[in-house]
């Protein structure tokens, strides 16, 4: 069946290392989303991609950063981490415009 | 701007009665809505989906929602709840020709009690 995978799925780093976080789709999906989930916040959109070598900053971009080398795949990352930064992250693809998003497990990291 | 608000942060409900999460939304043209349920330590989970048509839709685990233009309402209602359906709901909305990016509401979490 395919699905969305990532990994890792729990990380603890230090504050100022660059930590990437992989997202890999099997669906052949176009369009990729990485969000962060805070409580109170629900979930915020980091950065999206509707194609290879497309990127777009989302609403809390400051501090991320992604490429887009390959239709499956979309890493997440931290160039240098933030205790801020400590949040569950969640990459979602899809179809296209108007078809729904389907979400990895998540990946909950921690900055210390 | 554009917004999605949940306004009940968390419900709790008895086993076998009725649910009802609320949603309203803010936006300027014709949305498109979604209803997701996250179980502890897990990713979100589609329910249901609204883009045209019928403004009463069905969706998975016995759950609907409708569509209430007026009101800029999508409430997610269930007939009988039952202890499996404690979880985290989000109601998300994306708009026309924003290239399917979708705005999350808060999150509802829902207890149901013996």
């Known amino acids: 069946d395919a699905e969305i995978t990532q990994s890792p799925r729990h990380k603890i780093t230090e504050t100022g290392r660059q930590v990437t976080l992989a997202c890999h789709q099997t669906?052949?999906?176009?369009?990729m989303f990485w969000y962060r989930q805070d409580l109170g916040h629900g979930l915020r959109l980091i950065h999206y991609?509707?194609?290879?070598?497309?990127?777009n900053k989302g609403e809390v971009s400051d501090g991320y950063s992604v490429s887009r080398s390959n239709t499956e795949d979309l890493p997440l990352t931290l160039e240098s981490a933030a205790s801020s930064q400590t949040s569950v992250y969640f990459c979602?693809?899809?179809?296209?415009?108007?078809?729904?998003?389907?979400f990895g497990p998540g990946t909950r990291l921690t900055v210390l | 701007a554009q917004s999605v608000t949940q306004p009940d942060i968390h419900i709790t409900v008895s086993e076998g009665a009725s649910l009802e999460l609320r949603c309203n939304y803010s936006?300027?043209?014709?949305?498109?809505l979604f209803w997701y349920v996250q179980s502890p330590g897990q990713g979100l989970q589609l329910l249901l989906k609204?883009?045209?048509?019928?403004?009463l839709v069905q969706g998975i685990k016995g759950f609907e929602a409708e569509f209430k233009r007026s009101q800029s309402s999508f409430n997610l209602r269930k007939p009988s709840v039952h202890w499996s359906d404690a979880a985290e709901y989000f109601c998300?909305?994306?708009?026309?020709?924003?290239?399917?990016?979708?705005?999350f509401g808060q999150g509802t979490e829902l207890s149901v009690k013996p």
């Open positions: 979602a693809s899809s179809e296209s415009e108007y078809r729904p998003q389907y």
């Open positions: 669906w052949n999906h176009n369009n």
């Open positions: 991609s509707y194609g290879v070598q497309d990127t």
């Open positions: 936006y300027g043209a014709t949305p498109y």
């Open positions: 609204y883009f045209s048509g019928d403004t």
């Open positions: 998300a909305v994306g708009e026309n020709n924003q290239g399917g990016k979708l705005i």
